[in-house]
Nanobody, 124 residues
Framework: VQLQASGGGLVQAGGSLRLSCAASGLAFSNSAMGWFRQAPGKEREFVAAISWNGRIIYYADSVKGRFIISRENAKTTVYLRMNSLKPEDTAVYYC??????????????????WGQGTQVTVSS
C-alpha cells in the first residue's frame, strides 16, 4: 500500500488549502480513508474519516464546520479541504487507510497504512 499526500504549504490565518492523498496497492473503493495530524511536541490526532462509499463522515470537533473530507474512487484519491485555517492547525498531516476493509474507524490503532505526511503551516 502506498499513500502519497500532497497539497500542504504556508498560508495565512483565515486562508484555505486542499490536501490530496493518492492511494495505490489497496482496494480503495472498499476502504475507508482518514486524515490525522501531528503538531510539534504533540501526539498525532484524528482529523477526519470517510467511509468507502462516502456516506459516513467523521470530523474532530476542532475542525468541524471548517474542514471537508471527500473522495474520488475513480482516481483512488481522498481530499481534505481546509477552510478558515488557524495557527493551531499547523501540523504535519497524514492520510491513512484502515487495516480492515468496509469499516470507518477514528482510532489511530485501526489504521494500518500511512502516507509520508505533508506540512501545513498557518501564520497569524
Amino acid at each position: 500500500v502506498q499513500l502519497q499526500a500532497s497539497g500542504g504549504g504556508l498560508v495565512q490565518a483565515g486562508g484555505s488549502l486542499r490536501l490530496s492523498c493518492a492511494a495505490s496497492g489497496l482496494a480503495f473503493s472498499n476502504s475507508a480513508m482518514g486524515w490525522f495530524r501531528q503538531a510539534p511536541g504533540k501526539e498525532r490526532e484524528f482529523v477526519a474519516a470517510i467511509s468507502w462509499n462516502g456516506r459516513i463522515i467523521y470530523y474532530a470537533d476542532s475542525v468541524k464546520g471548517r474542514f471537508i473530507i471527500s473522495r474520488e474512487n475513480a482516481k483512488t484519491t481522498v481530499y481534505l479541504r481546509m477552510n478558515s485555517l488557524k495557527p493551531e492547525d499547523t501540523a504535519v498531516y497524514y492520510c491513512a487507510a484502515p487495516s480492515r476493509l468496509w469499516i470507518t474507524p477514528k482510532e489511530e490503532g485501526d489504521f494500518g497504512s500511512w502516507g509520508q505526511g505533508t506540512q501545513v503551516t498557518v501564520s497569524s
